[in-house]
């Protein structure tokens, strides 16, 4: 049973570039959430997606977006990339109904240099 | 703000219980404890949660003190492959909305 993909694994970006990260949630959950992991500091939530909609949202600027599929599968958008934007973004799927926790995929490393 | 409180990090030897603490002395009636794992490179692992009772699973046990202010995340044999940084964190049950983590407990596992 294949849990949570993404993708790439790691990226390096120029400042002021924009970026697209991509995950593919476990077979069955249909929400999926972003996380951003600073060096050294604990998982910073950015937005939960459900039914193609945002529905919550963390301490984060516009420059992030998101999007998810009818397929249930999400993307992170970063536009205008700031150096401190160079972090391990994670994405946490769930099933909506379950009382169960999240599971993480291994995360994009992205560097902004 | 993480609602928990946790020790910076904790030696263990191989084999013996590891046995990781938890304040969480403003959690409310409804909300429960969750552990997470995460190993270094990987992203974060569920482990285990609860409300008031005891809980066991093939990971861990957790135990939570009568009065819900503080836990403790027992893993009973611990490896050289769960050395790893353990958050616990408080939340409504659910699988919708944040996980709020703090700086968690590394936990370093020695021969």
């Known amino acids: 049973d294949a849990g949570v993909t993404q993708s790439p694994t790691h990226l390096i970006k120029t400042r002021g570039q924009q970026v697209t990260l991509r995950c593919s949630p476990k077979?069955?959950?249909?929400?999926v959430s972003w996380y951003q992991q600073a060096l050294g500091q604990g998982p910073q939530f950015i937005f939960q997606y459900y039914e193609e909609e945002e529905r919550q949202r963390g301490n984060f600027p516009d420059r992030f977006s998101g999007h998810q599929f009818p397929n249930y599968s999400s993307e992170l958008n970063v536009n205008a990339l700031l150096l401190g934007d160079s972090a391990l973004y994670l994405c946490?799927?769930?099933?909506?109904?379950?009382?169960?926790?999240?599971?993480f995929g291994s995360g994009t490393r992205l560097t902004v240099v | 703000d993480a609602k928990t409180t946790q020790p910076t990090s904790m030696d263990c030897a191989e084999g013996r219980a590891a046995n990781l603490p938890c304040n969480h002395s403003?959690?409310?009636?409804?909300?429960?404890v969750y552990w997470y794992r995460q190993i270094h490179s990987q992203g974060p692992q569920y482990i285990i949660h609860g409300l008031k009772n005891n809980e066991t699973n093939e990971m861990a046990s957790l135990i939570i003190t009568e009065d819900r202010k503080s836990s403790t995340l027992i893993l009973p044999h611990a490896t050289l492959r769960d050395t790893a940084v353990y958050y616990c964190?408080?939340?409504?049950?659910?699988?919708?909305?944040?996980?709020?983590f703090g700086q968690g407990t590394t936990l370093q596992v020695k021969p």
């Open positions: 403003t959690i409310s009636g409804n909300e429960y």
């Open positions: 946490a799927s769930s099933l909506a109904d379950r009382l169960y926790g999240y599971t």
């Open positions: 964190i408080v939340r409504v049950a659910s699988n919708t909305g944040k996980l709020i």
């Open positions: 077979s069955g959950h249909d929400t």
